[in-house]
């Protein structure tokens, strides 16, 4: 159940029916193109702005999950370039049905069983921290890395991650935790094909084979940042 939450990363750009509890809630993830039921055909510029670095719809309301919070930290540049993909995208018809979200629902919602809406966490008002200019440099890689908080913790060094109740952590990724042992080269190779350096195969709930597609320098800026971290202990749990 939870797996179907974490699917935003590899994010199915026509959009489905994302996550369902029968009689609590129904949060579909929205059809990005301009066809039939795809928001493409109505965002503005600014509409898409306001959705991806504030997790805020057109009307106002927060989105659910979205994870904004990482977002937000995009450069224009970036940002301009990931809109300008998605308006490019052949348009898909698919109607989806509204988000739902009964009762029992917003009592799961209200003891902190989800994620908060990033919106709530996002000061809209203030400017996010200018972006560095890419290069293979511990700024850059801590920029690249706002994405893995999302499920590695505010400090990367690891979370609970999990359907409500059954959390597991994820893994610690500052010098605290395995990583300490492995070379840049072992780093990429399992970005690149899920296969760590003490040859564990991650689950695709790691989004190794989107974050694999990063250039060889970005993963190395990545790997500054990681290894330059202080060394924590595995957090997450309580
Ligand atoms: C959607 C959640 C999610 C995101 C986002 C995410 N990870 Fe992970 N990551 C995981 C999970 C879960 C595991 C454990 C997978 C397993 O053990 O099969 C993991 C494992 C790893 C491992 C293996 C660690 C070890 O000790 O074996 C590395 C390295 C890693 N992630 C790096 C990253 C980096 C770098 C980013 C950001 C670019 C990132 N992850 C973003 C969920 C995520």
Redesign the pocket.
Known sequence: MFKKI?KW?GIILGGQVYFTVPGMLTIPTPNLTAGAGGVGATFSDEDWVRAIRHGVRPDGSALFIMPSKAFHYLSDEDLGAVIAYVKSLSPVDNPMPERRVELLGRMMIGVGMFPPFAADWIDHAGQAPAAPQPGVNIAYGEY??H??T???GANLNGAP?GPPGQEVP??N?TPG???AAWSEEG?IH??RTGV?PSM?T??E???WKS?GQMTDDELKA?WLY?HSLPAREQGGMK
């Open positions: 974490l990363v690249l890395a994405i893995c999302e499920c590695h991650f994820s893994p990724l935790g395995e990583l780093f399992t970005l760590t564990q991650l689950s709930e790691m989004p974050f990545l990681l």
